[in-house]
């Protein structure tokens, strides 16, 4: 968020996270839709082997594990590379769009290795036309891809281990995943992990050209997350700034009053000007990485100008690009943090004021849904038990 934005009155901040999190489906608006309208309605979920499309999905909707897991069986959703080239859990719906806008990192990698590994061209088409005659429906793994192609398959040497690629084999994935001719899944269905097979796919991806999807995407992008800038488009995107502006040129965005650079959709308008904040509390626990923070990348602006002063893990929220641990928030502003403790089966955290019933309720709520269903909360796929645990004593001492 711009100074202007942040230095305007705390009741109109207050309204303007209130709203963001209404867009974001947290005020029960969304609760038993199917997973794949909200993500259609919210936008596509980060996922980096951790558990923030279950968490998310759970506070918007109330999904179960199992739930989301059919959908992922179903392709009602699925992961799949996209904006900027990461995964995100995305709505069938999307599927095209996504894989359009992941397109160009593969070929980049490709280029890469031609220049300093000396992989063709030719040898990445026909390594990408026998995997694509070694796949079927049963998942195989990497490895399993390798052996089945034999010798097909060259070893780059030490000048490719150095460049952490030690044989074409992951750019001929990489290339075929973009394309939709083949997918990725988890081996046991679940979306907080990060162990995969390929199967093939022959997705018709349809004619997206590189101006068309950024347009989609910016349609798209300022109806989950308006009021936002440019630049936040642009973090979201990973487009240059001249890529940005024509993205958006077509949409008919207006500047916020005093938002200090804040674009919302004219379609949108009236009812921003007419919401208001509930009055009564809307308590979430969130991933880090969720929606609600991840779409604009702006984490000053969820937070209470004394929150964001507080010290965690050494250093100061409002410095910080990302939080520290998980998200507990309130009508869009972040008021504690959260962490799993996988030994104790409890979810120990920190409010940043007098904690409620209602926020102890929903405490209470999230712990069995993870203890329950999910057996952690990782925030990422090497988050250990391990690893957090200085988190997690920070969390309980309260300093």
Not at 49 to 66: E, M
Not at 102 to 122: S, W, Y
Not at 172 to 181: E, V
Not at 367 to 384: K, Q
Request: hydrophobic share 45%; aromatic share 8%; charged share 25%.
């Amino acid at each position: 968020m711009t100074k202007a934005t942040r230095d305007g009155t705390t009741a109109e901040r207050a309204r303007l996270r209130a709203w963001w999190a209404h867009r974001q489906g947290l005020d029960g608006a969304l609760s038993g839709r199917p997973s794949a309208e909200v993500l259609a309605r919210t936008g596509w979920a980060r996922s980096v082997g951790g558990s923030a499309p279950y968490l998310g999905l759970y506070a918007r909707c109330g999904a179960s594990r199992a739930a989301v897991d059919e959908a992922v069986a179903r392709l009602d959703v699925h992961e799949l590379p996209s904006a900027r080239g990461c995964t995100y859990v995305l709505p069938s719906q999307d599927f095209a769009l996504g894989l359009a806008l992941a397109a160009g990192p593969p070929e980049a990698e490709i280029r890469a290795a031609a220049k300093h590994l000396g992989v063709t061209g030719q040898e990445v088409d026909e390594l990408c036309a026998a995997v694509v005659a070694v796949l079927g429906d049963t998942p195989l793994d990497p490895a399993a891809i390798k052996a089945a192609l034999g010798g097909t398959v060259r070893d780059l040497g030490d000048a490719g281990r150095r460049r952490s690629l030690a044989t074409p084999l992951p750019l001929a994935l990489g290339r075929l995943q973009a394309s939709g001719a083949i997918r990725r899944v988890p081996v046991n269905g679940r979306l907080d992990q990060q162990r995969y097979g390929y199967v093939r796919w022959g997705l018709d991806t349809g004619e997206w050209t590189p101006e068309r999807a950024a347009a989609e995407l910016a349609r798209r992008y300022f109806d989950w997350a308006a009021p936002a800038s440019l630049q936040h488009f642009r973090w979201f995107s990973g487009f240059t700034a001249a890529a940005a502006k024509a993205a958006v040129a077509g949409l008919g965005l207006e500047p916020v009053a005093d938002g200090g650079g804040l674009l919302l959709p004219a379609a949108l308008r009236e009812e921003f000007a007419g919401y208001e904040r509930p009055t009564a509390p809307a308590y979430a626990l969130l991933a880090g990485i969720d929606g609600i923070h991840l779409l604009h990348r702006d984490l000053p602006r969820l937070l209470d100008p004394a929150d964001g002063e507080r010290v965690f893990q050494k250093k100061a929220l409002n410095a910080r690009p990302d939080l520290p641990a998980h998200a507990i928030v309130d009508r869009g502003r972040i008021v504690g943090l959260w962490e799993y403790d996988v030994e104790g089966a409890e979810i120990v955290w920190q409010a940043f004021g007098k904690a409620d019933a209602a926020l102890r309720a929903e405490v209470d709520r999230v712990t069995a849904f993870v203890r329950d269903e999910l057996g952690d909360a990782r925030g990422f796929s090497l988050d250990s038990p391990r690893a957090r645990a200085p988190r997690i004593a920070e969390l309980r001492s309260g300093a």
